[in-house]
């Protein structure tokens, strides 16, 4: 079992930065799929971008260049850094990890891009 918490959201100017976090519950080291998911309001959850144990990276193409998608196994972490924030990035963001067969998510965190 593998609880996530994600913290780092809120409200940024267009244009602004927030950096995203994601603690696990317990040592992520064999965890080999994370990612970061968000679903804006009346839309489906789309991939944001994941990170496998192997260190492959995928981003979606709608914020490919401004985000960046880390893991620190020594803090159990994964961090998503939005740099360049639009409006239309505004969503909720969910942390995810798979795990052998086990899926696992986050309680989201919410990212409002408004002037």
């Known amino acids: 079992q593998v609880q996530l918490v994600e913290s780092g959201g809120g409200l940024v100017q267009p244009g602004g930065s927030l950096r995203l976090s994601c603690a696990a519950s317990?040592?992520?080291?064999?965890?080999?799929?994370m990612a970061w998911y968000r679903q804006a309001r009346g839309t489906q959850r789309d991939l944001v971008a994941a990170?496998?144990?192997?260190?492959?990276?995928n981003y979606a193409d709608s914020v490919k260049g401004r985000f960046t998608i880390s893991r620190d196994n020594a803090k159990n972490t994964v961090y998503l850094q939005m740099n360049s924030l639009k409006p239309e990035d505004t969503s909720v963001y969910y942390c995810?990890?798979?795990?052998?067969?086990?899926?696992?998510w986050g309680q989201g965190t919410q990212v409002t891009v408004s002037s």
């Open positions: 990170i496998t144990s192997a260190g492959t990276i």
């Open positions: 995810h990890a798979r795990s052998g067969l086990n899926r696992y």
């Open positions: 317990r040592s992520i080291f064999s965890v080999n799929f």
